[in-house]
């Protein structure tokens, strides 16, 4: 059974850095994808940021330069560093992963088969 279990959100002031971490558990498959979503109350769910194993890396557009996702293989933990926080970024934060090497779709919550339960991450202006 895959689980994901995310740590790391707090409440912080703009300009702050956190960084979230998501540890992966009973994942056995030799490919994935994995991603960081966020979600507002009444919006959609937002691909944050997304990895696979063949090295693709993509970011949203609003937090290029300012957010970076990597991965501990050895931990089997996916992190997102996240600097100069702004207060849009407030959200609920998930960690997801599937075992296709998406690309196109990569930050498109709909092709994910595992989530995390969330970290709430709050930034105030």
């Known amino acids: 059974q895959v689980q994901l279990v995310e740590s790391g959100g707090d409440s912080v002031q703009a300009g702050g850095s956190l960084r979230l971490s998501c540890v992966v558990s009973?994942?056995?498959?030799?490919?994935?994808?994995m991603a960081w979503f966020r979600q507002d109350p009444g919006k959609e769910r937002e691909g944050v940021a997304g990895?696979?194993?063949?090295?693709?890396?993509m970011y949203t557009d609003s937090v290029k330069g300012r957010f970076t996702i990597s991965q501990d293989t050895a931990k089997n933990t996916l992190y997102l560093q996240m600097n100069t926080l702004k207060p849009a970024d407030t959200a609920m934060y998930y960690c997801?992963?599937?075992?296709?090497?998406?690309?196109?779709?990569?930050?498109?919550?709909?092709?994910?088969?595992?989530w995390g339960q969330g970290t709430q991450v709050t930034v105030s202006s």
């Open positions: 990895l696979n194993s063949d090295g693709t890396v």
């Open positions: 009973g994942y056995s498959y030799g490919t994935y994808s």
């Open positions: 997801a992963a599937d075992q296709a090497r998406w690309v196109k779709f990569l930050l498109s919550p709909q092709k994910y088969h595992y």
